[in-house]
């Protein structure tokens, strides 16, 4: 393997797009398929998807401290990556490929089970994955970077997961759609793991005991400031995935085969915009421009409660594509400087436990999806596809352009709540560091 490209961030950012596929898949189309294909009751989607993320709660963090204590010849993440593929292959397509004939009841059994499932071994992945991106990239300028290329490769996976899914499912069901899927993330994955090697020196360090661990992430009011700031914003991004699907039936009105087409519209628009918010990026501090990218994802939202057809909501969900591209690409600056920080300051490279814990926070960010969901369907009486109540279009316009506007609002006003700076002489550093290790 040619040394330019072993850890160089395209071969990392396979990984990214490995498993944003079918992620993407997952969170845009696994509630429309329950709930208005298969005709799951949204009370008992709703009491599933919170049972998981009580599940979610415990694995998440010791998946990230197990992680960091870790050591073996192929490194401490990549031994975690390599079990999980075959696992996360089988899981996903167990989530799409309930029995036929299933009552209410049963139904809602295999749709909790293959939801912990599919969790607990997304949770070893992205856990994993997540903790090498601050190891491998060290500084502002290659974390932008970095960041920007990762970011391109996951709006190519969200293109494909959103816009492609619906042809595919409606050419060879959901089953089949799953299996594909699961192939293509197992030849990137591979390829990603492949790739990558672990530098040694972060291994050799005894790790903190499991109480120090957490109470020194406990401790760090800019680690829970970002990610609960962050776990808002997340929300709106599932939140908006999920809803498309419906916001196509129900307020723009249009058939099966034209969602396709606005999914296509915001994704392939993000594209170039990732480039351009690395650009800016590039131009003033981090922090700022994360918290930009917060205020500009917000104002973008608005116009989708104007939609009516499928000009207009493609129009909308471009003016989404920009406000999506840039807080895609700035959480890494921030989240990789606080964990440099608390390096210096512990002697201890920890990205396991606190991507673990960045993960559970950001990703509880479900269980305000599922609460908005939930409240709003029954504000306005859609209970599934079997019946949708007197007002469907009023349920989609206010889940997919008012709750995201209200999320980002507190998302954008929690950022102010510390002081996020960091010292030159780190990003410095590391600057020289990350161009050495990457002229090897």
């Not at 926070?361 to 305000?368: A, C, E, Q």
Request: positive net charge; hydrophobic residues 50%; glycine residues 8%.
């Amino acid at each position: 393997m040619k040394r330019s490209w072993r850890n160089s961030p395209y071969s990392y950012s396979l990984g990214m797009f490995a498993m944003m596929v079918p992620s993407q898949a997952f969170s845009s189309f696994y509630i429309f398929f329950y709930v208005d294909t298969l005709g799951l009751g949204i009370g008992l989607a709703s009491l599933a998807r919170t049972v998981f993320l009580i599940w979610d709660a415990v694995n998440n963090p010791l998946m990230g401290y197990w992680s960091d204590r870790t050591k073996t010849r192929l490194g401490r993440r990549r031994p975690w990556v390599f079990g999980a593929i075959p696992l996360f292959m089988l899981t996903f397509v167990l989530v799409f490929s309930p029995p036929e004939g299933l009552s209410q009841n049963g139904l809602f059994m295999w749709f909790l089970v293959a939801l912990i499932l599919y969790e607990a071994v997304a949770t070893v992945l992205w856990v994993n994955y997540g903790a090498l991106f601050p190891e491998l990239f060290r500084g502002d300028r290659i974390r932008a970077k970095a960041s920007a290329i990762q970011q391109g490769y996951q709006v190519v996976a969200l293109l494909i997961g959103t816009a492609l899914t619906p042809i595919i499912y409606d050419a060879l069901g959901f089953s089949n759609m799953a299996i594909l899927y699961a192939l293509l993330f197992g030849v990137f994955m591979l390829l990603c793991m492949m790739s990558v090697r672990e530098q040694e020196v972060y291994s050799t360090n005894e790790p903190l005991k499991l109480v120090q661990a957490f109470r020194e992430t406990l401790r760090n009011k800019k680690f829970w400031v970002f990610n609960i700031s962050n776990s808002f914003a997340q929300t709106v991004n599932g939140l908006i995935s999920s809803t498309i699907p419906f916001y196509a039936k129900y307020v723009l009105k249009i058939p099966v085969d034209q969602v396709s087409i606005l999914l296509a519209a915001v994704f392939v628009s993000v594209i170039p915009l990732v480039f351009v918010w690395y650009w800016m990026i590039r131009r003033m501090d981090g922090v700022k421009a994360w918290r930009l990218s917060l205020g500009v994802y917000g104002i973008s939202v608005i116009p989708l409660w104007f939609g009516y057809d499928l000009l207009s909501g493609i129009l909308a969900g471009i003016g989404v594509g920009f406000g999506l591209a840039g807080f895609l690409v700035t959480p890494a600056m921030v989240s990789g400087n606080i964990i440099d920080e608390d390096a210096e300051r512990t002697g201890l490279r920890r990205e396991g436990i606190y991507t673990a814990v960045s993960g559970f926070i950001t990703r509880s960010s479900g269980l305000i999806s599922a609460l908005a969901f939930f409240v709003v369907g029954m504000i306005f009486g859609y209970e599934s596809g079997d019946n949708p109540g007197s007002d469907p279009e009023s349920t989609f316009r206010y889940l997919i352009s008012v709750v995201p506007l209200c999320l980002l609002i507190i998302s954008f006003l929690l950022s102010f709540l510390t002081r996020i700076e960091f010292s030159k002489t780190i990003g410095g550093e590391h600057d020289h560091g990350a161009k050495a290790d990457h002229q090897l």
